[in-house]
């Protein structure tokens, strides 16, 4: 992968860690966990009719995360590594123009290799030309929803 590619997926891509510092609601004690959190992908559209094998630079630092997504990642470059994520969370700017055509297929297809769960969430980019609201029903069952890990709400 070229210098400025992964330059630009290491400050795309933060390793968070949620550490139990004490009980939580209810009395029980959160386990620990960690989580791939990613922004501001802009998969390029992709129109009806466009070759799924059209290029997209976007795509392949996309296969790279979902390859450090099966890892343990270190905290800070050069210190001990947490445990592998528990799940990644896709935040804004998904796609660049929206779901024309077959964009949502193809940001699919490039998140198919992930070892675990993939959570989005759309930002101003996701909705520009075609909104992505029926495929956030679809996935999700809302266009904005929460979910549960490991005894925390996100």
Request: charged share 15%.
């Amino acid at each position: 992968m070229p210098a400025r590619t992964r330059r630009l997926v290491l400050c795309l891509v933060a390793v968070l860690a949620a550490r139990s510092a004490g009980p939580a609601a209810g009395g029980q004690r959160l386990e620990d966990f960690c989580f791939l959190h990613i922004s501001d992908i802009h998969v390029n559209p992709r129109p009806a009719g466009t070759p799924e094998n059209a290029a997209d630079p976007h795509l392949e630092p996309l296969a790279w995360v979902c390859r450090q997504a099966g890892e343990a990642q270190p905290a800070v470059p050069g210190g001990p590594p947490l445990m592998k994520p528990a799940f990644v969370w896709a935040t804004g700017d998904l796609t660049e123009y929206g779901v024309i055509g077959s964009t949502w297929a193809a940001f699919e297809a490039a998140f198919a290799g992930l070892p675990v769960k993939l959570y989005v969430v759309p930002g101003n980019h996701d909705n520009t030309w075609t909104a992505m609201l029926h495929v956030m029903r679809q996935r999700h069952g809302g266009d904005h929803y929460a979910f549960d890990r490991f005894g925390c709400r996100f």
